[in-house]
């Protein structure tokens, strides 16, 4: 099983829509997740981390965790063009300083 | 404010050739981190410096080596570059609080071995 494992997709949602991101990682220890979107041709930005059980919302995204299901996602609201990129879950295993990437999903959000 | 700089932004090497990519920080950050990624295959971590002065392998470091020059700079090096090391190299680097282990990347150097 890998570590961490995200459908590469693309998923496709229509301009407005609710995108919903899927991540779920090998390690029940795992402490701290991540998510960064990756435009075409350039580097990881993080857009939401989450510690706890439960959701994180910061404006139209929010980040789902649930530690018992070993399950992280994130929501994105009223989905936009510009949006269209690849999402990377991340995630860091106590006593790490590193984190391990999935290998991101692609999202596409049509006008 | 630059943040995470890369060196050079792109390359093309002839196999058996050796390089260095550089990179610096500018935010005063302990830990320093350089991935590969390549189509299909996510971010993969070759080597990372948890501080000043200490380097570990991370999952790819086959045919690379590093070095921490000072706190600021962590830089790759290929010894013989290899066709198979075709990728987008990324650095990144990490501020002291663990906790929240929030990594900033680079631009990247996209290097194409012939």
């Known amino acids: 099983q890998k570590e961490v494992e995200q459908n590469s997709g693309p998923l496709s949602v229509p301009e407005g829509a609710i995108a919903s991101l899927n991540c779920t990682y090998s390690d029940r220890g795992s402490q701290s997740f991540f998510w960064y979107r990756q435009y075409s041709g350039k580097s990881p930005e993080l857009i939401m981390f989450?510690?706890?059980?439960g959701d994180k919302e910061d404006g139209r995204f929010t980040a789902q965790l649930n530690k018992a299901s070993q399950y992280v996602s994130l929501l994105i609201r009223d989905s936009q063009p510009s949006d269209s990129a690849t999402y990377l879950c991340?995630?860091?295993?106590?006593?790490?300083?590193?984190?391990?990437f999935g290998k991101g999903t692609m999202l596409l959000v049509s006008p | 404010n630059a943040g995470v700089t890369q060196t050079p932004k792109f390359q093309v090497l002839k196999t058996g050739q050796s390089m260095t990519l550089q990179c610096a920080q500018d935010?005063?950050?302990?830990?320093m981190y350089w991935y590969r990624q390549d189509p299909g295959m996510g971010l993969r971590l070759i080597y990372y410096s948890a501080s000043e002065g200490t380097t570990d392998k991370g999952e790819v470091p086959n045919g690379y080596n590093v070095s921490r020059l000072n706190k600021r700079e962590f830089s790759l090096r290929l010894e013989s570059a290899a066709p198979s090391q075709t990728s987008v190299y990324f650095c990144a680097s990490m501020g002291p609080d663990l906790a929240k282990n929030i990594q900033y990347f680079g631009a990247g150097t996209r290097l194409s071995v012939l």
């Open positions: 935010m005063n950050h302990n830990s």
């Open positions: 989450i510690y706890s059980n």
């Open positions: 991340a995630v860091r295993k106590p006593g790490y300083s590193t984190l391990t």
